[in-house]
């Protein structure tokens, strides 16, 4: 796997450098660069199979470059100091991104997970949505992973949540249904600021599709596809001051 590292950071650069020299035996690392022109020209020269980008470099950003070589024939993950506004965006693309300061550890898994997990497909779709979803402007998209498709789907299409063990379920307006093997709780707070709310362990609603809210039988939602769905006792108090916000 070849492997570029693209840091502005001198003391960061060399530590990335010498976790992948003392760790990864199979990993070539290709060069490195600190600034948006060399990162570019190095990417077109090298053809890398994965990229570490700095988020914030001193001329520019990962998505000046990003831009400027679409379309990606690369992985990628993304290393930033702050948790700013780009990584709900870089969450709901399903890129992988660490944050600095980050342990040997923390590097060491990251590069293992993306050289056993289908090293042979870039990352195109996911920079996709990621550039879309950098735009004020424009509806948010999520890439949801299955174990044979990548699903593009707009945040506001997506009805609810299920938890299913390890898996989640996810609902559309379409009635159409994805599951992808992360846990309920890796989106709840994702989604937190989309008009979500988890009303049950179980569940987690767009509160666009709510019908009514029932007192009966201890509390249920019901939404605009008929679903109903349990409210728990702890739950119900945030889903009042929801309400009271709309």
């Known amino acids: 796997m070849k492997v570029l590292v693209i840091e502005d950071e001198f003391r960061t650069r ?9 760790n990864c035996s199979e990993i070539i690392l290709e060069g490195w660069a600190d600034n948006v022109a060399d990162g570019r020209t190095l990417i077109i020269e090298k053809e890398p199979d994965l990229v570490l980008m700095d988020i914030q470099l001193a001329d520019g950003t990962a998505f000046d470059i990003l831009k400027s070589v679409y379309p990606i024939k690369f992985k990628i993950i993304f290393l930033t100091a702050f948790e700013n506004y ?8 399903a890129f992988d991104y660490l ?22 497909k870039s990352d195109k779709e996911s920079l996709e949505v990621l550039l879309n979803n950098l735009q004020d ?10 174990n044979d498709s990548i699903y ?16 989640t379920h996810f609902v559309l307006y379409n009635g159409n249904q994805i ?19 988890r009303v049950h362990h179980s569940h987690i609603i767009n ?25 728990s006792k702890r739950r119900k108090e945030e889903l009042m001051k929801a309400f009271s916000n709309l």
Do not use: W
Request: proline share 5%; charged share 25%.
């Open 152 to 167: 593009v789907v707009p945040i506001s299409n997506i009805v609810r949540c299920e938890a299913d063990t390890s898996y």
């Open 14 to 22: 060399n530590a990335i450098i010498g976790i992948i020299e003392r």
């Open 99 to 120: 944050l600095k300061p980050f342990s040997e550890e923390e590097l060491v898994a990251s590069l293992h997970k993306l050289r056993d997990n289908n090293p042979d």
């Open 137 to 146: 402007s424009s509806p948010k998209k999520i890439i949801l992973k299955t």
């Open 179 to 197: 599951t992808v093997s992360n846990n309920l709780k890796k989106y709840e707070q994702d989604l937190k600021n989309h008009h979500f709310i």
């Open 207 to 231: 509160m666009d599709y709510i019908v009514r809210f029932s007192k009966n039988d201890g509390g249920y939602i019901e939404l605009m596809d008929g679903t109903t769905i349990p409210v």
């Open 86 to 93: 780009a990584i709900e965006a870089i969450k709901f693309s």
